[in-house]
């Protein structure tokens, strides 16, 4: 690591000239000095999430408070020197602020990383994924994260309180994060987001969890639901123009609002727009198809996505509920998928297994449906009080989902709000022959 030029724009600090002598002297920029200094800070807040192998890679952004800057630093556990970060500066839309994003690279396996800011205390710490399955994965699960900030912040706290919290490898996320609907006057409910996370999802011995999000429709201008044409979706710039602060804020796999995630050969994680950013036919189904298709080796598929194929709350017939049943479940059911993480519409849901429209224990189990921290609703019920014949459980609650990936089942147990207990099932991966 050319450990010279990663000190370039640390340089643009008043305090940091303190220790010119320090730094390679052929390493100053006279154009550096001539930038007003700023006060050196912490940060107010940063987020751990990954755009690549999450063996080998963390991505590390950090939101200085306007005015102030700060730097990262990191090294393997155990190491002595500490390696510094530059990141790139990534301007806010519509704001005048900016973060900083670093892609750690070249990482090993299931190894735990300290970092740093300022080379000041505290020091946090971060896990890379294993790159097999040679211990137990575990997870959460939720969406629909903040209606308001104390509820995000009351759910997440309960998660961390779970047993099993302290080895928590990763946090999944389906959709409408901050409820800022892509508009900078809104912007800082991204802030309180990532001061919940940065606040809460973290370790008693101060390992940070890595956060991963698939789009929900409010984290488009507006907040609507559009269902633009396919010709509209196809414009390339379409995310950033339309979900401004996702698309900057939200390190993702690949340049569009759905990616996939592989970890290792035992698991990928798909994740998917519900028509938001992309449409859900044609070219993001072409391509859900194709990767698909490419990942019959792994042991566990799992797709993560906003409006479910199979709502607790509203009507079956929506539209994008229709595409989704219409075309991804198909392409589920066809490549073995066993379990998909739904959500937008804030209760708590557990399907049946469905295959082929009706329940089959080899089929995919539905869970969900994202209310970790927003108004809660009343799942659908007929004139008797009956629910869907799909659904299985389904209750009006602030929830979360634990999951752990052991073998080729994944457990889970879900809780409520304040960490009761209040379901869990046991999913098995597609080379499990599951009978009645
Ligand atoms: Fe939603």
Same mark, same amino acid.
């Given at each position: 690591m050319n450990l010279a030029c990663n000190f370039r724009w640390i340089q643009r600090s008043a305090v940091l000239l303190l220790l010119v002598a320090a730094v390679p002297a052929g390493c100053i920029l006279e154009s550096d000095l001539e930038v007003a200094p700023q006060k050196v800070e912490?940060?107010?807040?940063?987020?751990?999430?990954?755009?690549?192998?999450?063996?080998?890679t963390m991505t590390l952004d950090w939101h200085p408070s306007p005015g102030t800057q700060s730097w990262l630093?990191?090294?393997?556990?155990?190491?002595?020197?500490?390696?510094?970060?530059?990141?790139?500066?990534?301007?806010?839309?519509?704001?005048?602020?900016?973060?900083r994003r670093a892609e750690l690279t070249e990482l090993q396996p299931d190894q735990r990383y300290e970092f740093r800011f300022n080379s000041e205390p505290p020091v946090y710490q971060f896990r890379t994924m294993p790159s097999l399955l040679t211990r137990p994965v575990r997870f959460v699960a939720g969406g629909d994260m903040l209606?308001?900030?104390?509820?995000?912040r009351n759910t997440a706290a309960s998660v961390m309180r779970t047993d099993g919290a302290d080895e928590l490898d990763f946090a999944v996320i389906g959709g409408d994060l901050a409820y800022a609907d892509g508009e900078a006057r809104k912007v800082g409910r991204w802030y309180d987001y990532f001061?919940?996370?940065?606040?809460?999802?973290?370790?008693?011995?101060?390992?940070?969890?890595?956060?991963?999000?698939?789009?929900?429709?409010?984290e488009?201008?507006?907040?609507?639901?559009?269902?633009?044409?396919?010709?509209?979706?196809?414009?390339?710039?379409?995310?950033? =123009?339309?979900?401004?602060?996702?698309?900057?804020? /939200?390190?993702?796999? *690949?340049?569009? $609002?759905? #990616? &996939?995630?592989?970890?290792?050969?035992?698991?990928?994680?798909?994740l998917l727009d519900t028509g938001h950013a992309s449409f859900i036919g044609g070219v993001q189904t072409d391509w859900l198809r194709r990767e698909l298709h490419q990942r019959g080796h792994m042991r566990h598929i799992i797709p993560v996505y906003h409006v479910p194929a199979w709502p607790s709350v509203r009507d079956f017939n929506n539209s994008l509920v229709s595409q989704v049943r219409e075309y991804w479940v198909p392409i589920f059911e066809e490549h073995e998928v066993r379990l998909a993480f739904e959500n937008h519409d804030h209760a708590y849901k557990r399907?049946?297994?469905? =295959?082929?429209?009706?329940?089959?224990?080899?089929? /995919?189990?539905?869970? *969900?449906?994202? $209310?970790? #921290? &927003?108004?809660?609703?009343?799942?659908?019920?007929?004139?008797?009080?009956?629910?869907?014949?799909?659904?299985?459980?389904?209750?009006?609650?602030?929830h979360f989902?634990?999951?752990?990936?052991?073998?080729?089942?994944?457990?889970?147990?879900?809780?409520?709000?304040?960490?009761?207990?209040?379901?869990?099932?046991?999913?098995?991966?597609?080379?499990?022959t599951v009978t009645e």
């Open positions: 912490p940060p107010d807040s940063f987020l751990l999430s990954w755009q690549r192998d999450p063996a080998t630093e990191y090294r393997k556990l155990g190491e002595e020197g500490w390696m510094l970060a530059e990141g790139d500066r990534i301007s806010v839309p519509g704001t005048n602020r900016s973060f209606h308001r900030a104390d509820w995000m001061k919940v996370w940065t606040e809460e999802m973290i370790t008693s011995d101060n390992r940070v969890i890595p956060h991963v999000a698939a789009i929900g429709n409010h488009l201008f507006k907040g609507y639901i559009h269902n633009y044409s396919p010709a509209e979706y196809n414009d390339p710039d379409f995310v950033r =123009r339309h979900a401004p602060y996702f698309s900057t804020f /939200i390190a993702f796999p *690949g340049p569009d $609002a759905y #990616g &996939v995630l592989d970890f290792g050969d035992y698991l990928s994680l798909f399907t049946h297994p469905i =295959r082929n429209g009706q329940v089959d224990p080899s089929g /995919i189990h539905y869970i *969900g449906d994202g $209310a970790w #921290g &927003v108004r809660t609703r009343e799942p659908r019920r007929d004139d008797h009080g009956r629910l869907p014949w799909y659904i299985a459980e389904a209750d009006s609650l602030r989902i634990m999951g752990e990936i052991d073998g080729d089942y994944i457990r889970l147990e879900m809780y409520d709000e304040d960490g009761r207990h209040i379901d869990r099932v046991t999913v098995a991966g597609p080379r499990v």
